[in-house]
């Protein structure tokens, strides 16, 4: 229909053509509104996002599905016993005498078996605590993924708000010159003032490009978490203010049980209680049983045969790989232990740092900052009234930059504190978009 309406042969009337493009572009409005949307939403890049991404695509993480993979062959392959075994011999036969030639041959066909029920059992059961310490090996990487999608994050957000930061410095600069080149022209200031206030703009221009390649870096640092080589968001949306609330040490420790870490080293005690408990199964004694049928030539008659083998020996033939085991196991044991108090103290680290974090944070927040504003106001009026230097001035607004600068990597660093305690504990990283808990 669209290309008979515009075939050159049928042309039509103008007002048919206005009538037809209006109608297409009132349809097509809410079309392009919603691909501006979604183009919008795409630009923007939150930590819940940013972690789900890492867990589906990390090349760590894919790699244990084809570990659970071949685990799962393994223990399939452990439940297989044995095959059975068919064998023929032949006796009396093309010898001398009246065992010359076949007359006299007896040839037997047989099959042989070993039973070893109670020995698949005890392989299956192994194989499956080797899958287990392959799922505490995966959750343990998760963790790690997780904090490290985290942290690049984090870096991110805290190059965004340096920049944001150099912006308003940098535009304080312009203020200044502007300001210096009207008190010149009025000759209220000298010539020096205002050639020091655009060489400190010029500085700010420098920062802020040097920015500007910190965030393409670190972006592109946060997309390989992915395993993406060029990042597909314009800004990590998020803050880095932190919770003034306490984190209790108690109610943190309690977790430190179920870490995936002490998990694994008790699932390693686990394999390593599986294995003696195989190597006594292997070491006992199997019964091999054979049935067959018998044929007499010089008769031309059957019969059937039987017998079993008892291997002779017991456990004492495994004794120094289950002495061997054993040890292991108690090395676990004594592992899991010194793990634990390791963690234990490492948390009591962390959250001492936190909250001196949150103290400082608040600190600067609350009061040196505010104050440093209002110092920054009176050191303009002193100048402007001629009662400060121009030093003196630059001075006071140099001293609020560092001191914004100085709360922006407080917060980033409590941050990061928060995301070690949170791997640590074993604590999910994600449940908000924004980066502070």
């Not at 991404?53 to 685990?71: D, G, I, N, T, V």
């Not at 209220?188 to 221009?205: H, I, P, Y």
């Not at 600068?405 to 917060?411: E, G, K, M, N």
Request: proline share 3%.
């Amino acid at each position: 229909v669209f290309m008979h309406a515009f075939s050159p042969f049928r042309m039509p009337k103008k007002p048919i053509m206005d009538g037809f493009f209006r109608h297409k572009t009132l349809i097509l409005i809410p079309l392009l509104l919603a691909m501006s949307t979604a183009s919008v939403a795409e630009k923007s890049l939150t930590l819940n996002e940013a972690i789900q991404r890492s867990f589906a695509k990390h090349p760590e993480l894919q790699a244990f599905s084809y570990r659970r993979a071949a685990a799962d062959g393994m223990a399939q392959q452990a439940r297989v016993g044995s095959r059975p075994q068919l064998g023929l011999s032949v006796e009396d036969g093309f010898g001398s005498g009246d065992y010359s030639g076949s007359d006299s041959l007896q040839s037997t066909l047989s099959i042989s078996w070993i039973l070893e029920g109670d020995l698949l059992q005890q392989r299956g059961r192994s194989a499956d605590v080797q899958k287990r310490l392959i799922s505490d090996e995966q959750a343990i990487k998760t963790l790690d993924v997780a904090a490290e999608t985290a942290r690049q994050f984090l870096t991110v957000v805290v190059y965004q708000q340096r920049k944001e930061l150099a912006a308003a410095a940098r535009a304080q600069a312009e203020s200044v010159v502007k300001e210096l080149s009207k008190r010149m022209d009025a000759g209220k200031s000298l010539l020096a003032d205002k050639l020091r206030a655009e060489a400190e703009l010029a500085r700010a221009e420098i920062t802020l490009e040097d920015l500007d390649h910190e965030i393409r870096g670190a972006k592109r640092m946060l997309a390989t978490q992915w395993n993406a080589r060029e990042p597909d968001f314009e800004t990590a949306s998020g803050s880095l203010a932190i919770a003034t609330d306490r984190l209790n040490y108690e109610d943190l420790a309690q977790h430190l049980s179920s870490h995936p870490r002490v998990r694994k080293l008790l699932s390693q005690e686990r394999v390593a209680q599986s294995e003696i408990a195989l190597a006594k199964t292997e070491a006992q004694s199997r019964w091999q049983f054979s049935t067959g049928v018998r044929r007499f030539e010089n008769t031309d008659d059957y019969a059937l045969v039987a017998g079993f083998t008892v291997p002779l020996g017991g456990e004492q033939r495994n004794s120094g790989r289950i002495a061997a085991l054993a040890a292991e196991r108690d090395a676990y044991r004594a592992d899991v232990d010194a793990v634990q108090l390791a963690l234990e103290a490492r948390l009591y680290v962390l959250l001492q740092e936190f909250q001196h974090a949150q103290h400082v944070v608040g600190a600067l927040r609350e009061q040196i900052i505010p104050t440093l504003e209002q110092a920054q106001k009176e050191a303009r009026n002193a100048y402007q009234l001629g009662r400060y230097s121009y030093q003196d001035w630059r001075g006071v607004q140099q001293e609020l930059l560092a001191t914004r600068s100085h709360l922006l990597d407080s917060q980033f660093k409590a941050q990061l504190t928060r995301v070690e305690i949170e791997r640590l504990t074993g604590l999910p990283l994600l449940g908000n978009d924004e980066v502070n808990p």
